[in-house]
């Protein structure tokens, strides 16, 4: 198994599971980052905090790819590649191109379509199959069901990074207004909007209710512990046999969601 | 570099090719700013130009340290290192162009003008191949053209390696300017492709290079930093010229007057007979287009249109109420006065606006207008004041249309309400969310007394502040920050989050000031946001949430 920093993956499903993540980058002018790896979420949040210029991110490269693929090729036949959604992130691209590079590894390199931990969650499901093919059904067939509703503190950070405009959020206006985005379809689309954090909160654990019956639940934040235990306390109330992570989200998608940002995170049924 | 300019290479050796590169490195450093500028919502790289400029960087760094003679050895590290560094869609690409390139030139040690286009040609066809779906108009179109143009300099015989780079970046720079005509993500957004301009640079910059090293004539410095505007130029300096009219002659030739309009500018069509021609073209110049087809007859039903006006125009309308119809079929109608509040609701999705309030109560009639006046059958109507609901709850038994009309009293209910609005919900299911959210905000609205009085138990002065809670006259002052504060006082602070202020005419910018930051002190636990309302009567609304 193979995915990338943007799953947000706990860190000890690496070695439950057995997953390999290759880190996406950060960037802070002329210093770069390896998500996760040269650069802790804290460290990245307060520096994103003073920053005088925000970062940029950027995909693994197609060689770093073939780097872990060339290590994993000395102890596997093949392997599952799942990754960031690619109309957001040039990272499926820079996997299939890696994986052209070596010879005799079968690379199934797969677009979540999506961000965070859905990504993490079709992992999981990937490593609980006995075989290659049966992952791959596996995984192809809950990507269409990945869903992700984010709260952002601030648009600022999506429209820097080009992910989103004003006017795609409903927000043609001078009036903060607090856009409720839903992650599906492989389109960020704002499904609703709202003044104060309070009342996102409620709407989203309200916004779940019609999304039942859903599996493999969490709740994403960035340096917001204690909003995401409240949300996390709301889901439980609706799904009260489901296990709820609580996920936090990384340098690279922090780069474009800002400090503060909540999120839920499911694979509908 | 002074050094390669007394050599006379007969073609592009290992040197000469670390040389055009490391030229590539400072053109793109110097202008990856303007790449990074031309972004287009929601395309992904936003950051372009830098991760073109890593992606170069990481070709070019192990070249560096090497003196290999044969070009084949600096191509395949530029390989190597544009594969391990690539960033970004834009990157990979370029990475994969590098690739193109090393495998065409394997186990040639110089390439002669021909084998050099041939190698441009090939490096463009590893890029499309690289690709799962090809897109045109974009980085890859670019390098095809860049390509394409350095194979046709090569076929002539007294060919030149300068010559034949200085084909592929006109090649490529000519190709970059049609990229808004090929995709209409980029037409709307004004600009031309990133990538393929980022790739304009690239291969300027080896030209700039190469023309050093063989003391070419043209005086690149002057001539070339302009590259970069012309890319810019096009979304800032306009559209052209939409030009459009019949010639009236005899013996037209169709053919001979395309070639020479098709010169001239772009999105030529010429139709017609040999006695009326009719010809329609995009160009800068308008003036020479004209005085051009003037030698050929007489000019019918002349029109020259300013595409940039049209443009903005589009722009403005869209801004405004001619977004893209609703997939919910429903339109919003809200009276208000002043300018700021009438900003708020536009840009908050409002498509009709009826001018209005509080001393100035619409009529049944002027809200019928506009509600009959939205492209929607299905209308939601927003009083926003006490005196004007019900002259509103008229509206629905007066139009074919149905209306539904939110009893909203106040400026922060109607903003409540607007922000509510789902476009993609029906018009029932959102009347009632409206309604809920509405009724969730508490509004403070202060004035000051037009007579003496006594209300509510209280005593008030003519010119004294008063303070209104939902409509009900509760607390009478001297000053707004008393009043405001005994308002959010009885409110109860604790059990909200949010205050806007909306800033009316008669509120000074001193006045703003004390009240922000009196609510702040005394409200720590409040989030403050100040809007300039510009409504009259009342210098401030307040809008608790």
Redesign the interface.
């Known amino acids: 198994m193979v995915t990338d920093s943007t799953a947000d993956l706990p860190d000890d499903w690496r070695t439950t599971y057995g997953i390999e993540v290759v880190p996406l980058k950060v960037i802070f002018g002329d210093e770069t980052f390896r998500d996760r790896v040269d650069i802790t979420d804290d460290e990245f949040f307060r520096r994103l905090g003073t920053a005088t210029k925000l970062p940029t991110t950027s995909a693994p490269s197609p060689g770093e790819f073939a780097d872990v693929y060339r290590r994993l090729a000395e102890h596997y036949e093949g392997c599952i590649s799942i990754h960031l959604g690619a109309q957001l992130s040039a990272t499926v691209q820079a996997a299939q191109i890696g994986a052209q590079q070596v010879e005799g590894f079968k690379v199934e390199v797969l677009d979540s379509e999506t961000v965070t931990m859905p990504i993490a969650f079709l992992c999981k499901v990937a490593a609980e199959c006995e075989t290659l093919q049966a992952a791959k059904a596996a995984v192809e067939e809950r990507v269409p069901k990945c869903r992700v509703l984010a709260l952002l503190d601030t648009l600022r950070y999506l429209e820097m990074g080009g992910r989103l405009s004003r006017a795609q959020a409903m927000i043609g206006t001078m009036l903060d207004l607090k856009p409720l985005l839903y992650v599906a379809d492989r389109e960020i689309k704002p499904v609703e909007r709202v003044r104060t954090r309070s009342r996102a909160i409620t709407r989203m654990v309200e916004f779940l209710r019609g999304e039942l019956p859903v599996e493999h639940v969490a709740v994403m934040h960035a340096q917001a512990p204690e909003e995401a235990e409240t949300i996390a306390a709301g889901l439980r109330q609706e799904l009260p046999d489901q296990e709820i992570v609580i996920g936090k989200i990384g340098c690279v998608l922090g780069t474009h969601t800002g400090p503060r940002a909540l999120g839920t995170v499911y694979i509908k049924k | 570099m002074a050094s390669m300019a007394s050599r006379r290479p007969v073609g592009v050796d290992g040197p000469l090719f670390k040389q055009a590169l490391l030229g590539s490195l400072n053109w793109l450093a110097a202008n990856h700013e303007e790449v990074n500028r031309l ?9 372009t130009g ?2 073109m400029l ?1 992606t170069l960087q ?1 070709a070019v760094e192990d070249i560096k340290e090497s003196n290999a003679a044969e070009v084949s050895k600096i191509a395949k590290l530029a390989s ?1 290192g544009s ?7 834009s ?2 690409i370029l ?2 162009i590098f690739r193109g390139f090393a495998r065409a030139v394997e186990g040639k040690s110089a390439l002669t003008p021909r084998e050099l286009a041939a190698a441009f040609e090939e490096a463009a066809n590893a890029a499309y191949r ?2 799962n779906k090809p897109t045109e108009g974009t980085i890859l179109t670019v390098a095809r053209e860049a390509g394409r143009a350095a194979t046709t300099a090569a076929g002539d015989v007294e060919a030149t390696v300068p010559g034949v780079i200085a084909a592929a970046a006109a090649g490529a720079r000519a190709a970059v300017l049609k990229t808004p005509s090929q995709l209409q993500i980029l037409r709307d957004a004004g600009v031309v492709d990133a990538g393929g301009f980022g790739l304009q640079l690239i291969i300027e910059g080896m030209l700039k290079t190469v023309e050093e090293s063989e003391s070419f004539q043209l005086d690149t410095a002057a001539m070339k930093p302009k590259a970069a505007q012309v890319a810019l130029d096009l979304p800032e300096g306009g559209w052209g010229y939409c030009t459009e009219f019949l010639i009236d002659g005899a013996g037209l030739d169709v053919d001979v007057i395309r070639g020479e309009i098709e010169a001239l500018g772009n999105s030529v069509l010429v139709v017609g007979e040999p006695e009326l021609v009719k010809v329609h073209v995009h160009t800068d110049d308008p003036t020479s287009v004209i005085t051009l087809a003037g030698g050929f007859g007489k000019l019918l039903k002349l029109n020259v249109g300013d595409m940039s006006t049209q443009h903005k125009r589009i722009l403005d309308s869209e ?1 405004a109420a001619g977004r893209p119809p609703r997939a919910n079929g429903v339109g919003l109608v809200a009276v208000v006065a002043g300018s700021g509040l009438v ?2 609701f ?4 409002v498509d009709a606006i009826v001018e209005g309030g509080q001393t100035m109560n619409p009529s049944t009639q002027d809200m019928l207008t506009a509600v009959d006046g939205v492209p929607y059958d299905e209308v939601v109507l927003l009083p926003n004041n006490g005196n004007v609901i019900l002259a509103a709850s008229q509206v629905p038994s007066l139009t074919k249309k149905k209306v539904h009309v939110i009893e909203t009293h106040s400026v922060p209910q109607g ?2 309400a607007v ?2 609005f ?2 993609e919900r029906n018009g029932a299911d959102n009347a009632a969310a409206m309604k809920a959210e509405a009724a969730r905000v508490q509004t403070i609205e202060v004035t000051h007394a037009v007579r003496d009085t006594r209300s509510n138990g209280l005593k008030v002065k003519k010119g004294d502040v008063i303070g209104l809670i939902n409509d009900k006259l509760e607390f009478a002052g001297t000053d707004y920050v008393e009043v405001v504060n005994k308002a959010l006082g009885k409110l109860g602070p604790d059990s909200y ?2 205050v ?1 202020v909306y800033r009316g005419e008669g509120a000074s910018d001193d006045e703003l000031a004390k009240l922000e930051s009196a609510i702040r002190s005394s409200f720590p636990g409040l ?1 403050v ?1 100040v ?1 300039q309302g510009g409504q009259q009567h009342y210098p401030f609304i307040l809008s608790v ?1």
């Open positions: 972004n287009v919502f929601p395309v992904p790289d936003g950051d830098t991760n890593l990481s190597h594969l391990m560094g690539a960033r970004g869609n990157g990979v990475s994969q690289a690709v801004s900003d708020i536009r840009g908050l999705g903003v409540a922000v509510a789902r476009p989050e949010l806007t989030e946001e809007q949430e």
